[in-house]
């Protein structure tokens, strides 16, 4: 069992900053990587950035210049820096964990872009 919790999320204007943060506790070992995905209203979830156990990132191209995920395996938590936010980075961000076999996902933290 993988168990995430995410923080950091709020009301920020547009062209401003957020940094979200998950902890991560559980079955670390049995992670094959990890990530941060979105769904705004009335849209499917989608990959926003993942990191691999050897450092390895991916970003959406919506994302990429403005976005950094990073991940601390002495402290166990996956963070994502968000610069530059558009109104259409509102959304809830959920932590994954891809358990090879499975996912795991955190509860959920709202992003709101506006001004």
């Known amino acids: 069992q993988v168990q995430l919790v995410e923080s950091g999320g709020g009301l920020v204007q547009p062209g401003g900053s957020l940094r979200l943060s998950c902890v991560v506790s559980g079955s670390i070992s049995s992670i094959n990587a990890l990530g941060w995905y979105r769904q705004a209203p009335g849209k499917k979830r989608e990959a926003v950035a993942t990191i691999s156990n050897g450092g390895r990132t991916n970003y959406a191209d919506s994302v990429k210049g403005r976005f950094t995920i990073s991940r601390d395996n002495a402290k166990n938590t996956v963070d994502l820096q968000m610069n530059s936010l558009k109104p259409e980075d509102t959304a809830v961000y959920y932590c994954?964990?891809?358990?090879?076999?499975?996912?795991?996902w955190g509860q959920g933290t709202l992003v709101t872009v506006s001004s």
């Open positions: 994954n964990a891809d358990l090879w076999v499975r996912q795991a």
